[in-house]
Nanobody, 121 residues
């Protein structure tokens, strides 16, 4: 089994910063891409940022220049540094990872439980 555990969400004023972390654990043989998604009330889940195993990144236009995604392959962890936060960044943020386990050679997509980020104006 694979678990993704997020941390770092909370309440912050507009213009502030937060850093999200997501650690993958279990019988992991390899992790391909990792990413962060978010879902605001009444809206669909959307990609925020994604990073490949070789650390190539892509971002939603709405967060470019403000958010930075990174990963530590030795710790099976992905981070999201969020700066200059805006009220429209308020959402539940979900971690996603493409993981292969020792028992199953293929990559499957796993999700974390989500962490709330609230930005007050």
């Amino acid at each position: 089994q694979v678990q993704l555990v997020e941390s770092g969400g909370g309440l912050v004023q507009a213009g502030g910063s937060l850093r999200l972390s997501c650690a993958a654990s279990g019988s992991i043989s390899s992790i391909n891409a990792m990413g962060w998604y978010r879902q605001a009330p009444g809206k669909q889940r959307e990609l925020v940022a994604r990073i490949t195993k070789s650390s190539s990144t892509n971002y939603a236009d709405s967060v470019k220049g403000r958010f930075t995604i990174s990963r530590d392959n030795a710790k099976n962890t992905v981070y999201l540094q969020m700066n200059t936060l805006k009220p429209e960044d308020t959402a539940v943020y979900y971690c996603n990872a493409e993981v292969a386990t020792y028992s199953i050679g293929s990559y499957y997509s796993y999700w974390g439980q989500g962490t709330q980020v609230t930005v007050s104006s």
